[in-house]
């Protein structure tokens, strides 16, 4: 994962999501040149890829490579959950 370069403040409120126990404070940030992750110990494999899921889901990413989805489903008006290149590759194969 790419780290967020992030101000002290915004390091200050993912410090006080990560106490709070929100997930939010999930990620990995780049402060003044060094790398601060926040991850989940032991996390099995599968917990990972349901996060990772998830979170391109809602940000409108594919979710597999995770490049923005510009295109939506005309039958459920949302955007696909996956970039054109895969959708070839996946959906259609189901069909
Ligand atoms: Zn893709």
Do not use: W
């Amino acid at each position: 994962m790419e780290p967020k370069k992030v101000t002290v403040t915004r390091l200050r409120s993912v410090l006080d999501q990560l106490t709070k126990g929100s997930e939010k404070s999930i990620g990995t940030y780049l402060y003044k040149g060094l790398r601060v992750q926040i991850s989940k110990y032991r996390a099995s494999g599968s917990e990972r890829f349901a996060r990772l899921y998830h979170r391109r889901r809602s940000q409108g990413q594919c979710v597999v490579c995770g490049i923005k989805v510009t295109q939506k489903n005309p039958r459920t008006g949302r955007l696909y959950r996956l970039c054109p290149t895969h959708r070839e590759k996946i959906d259609h194969k189901s069909d």
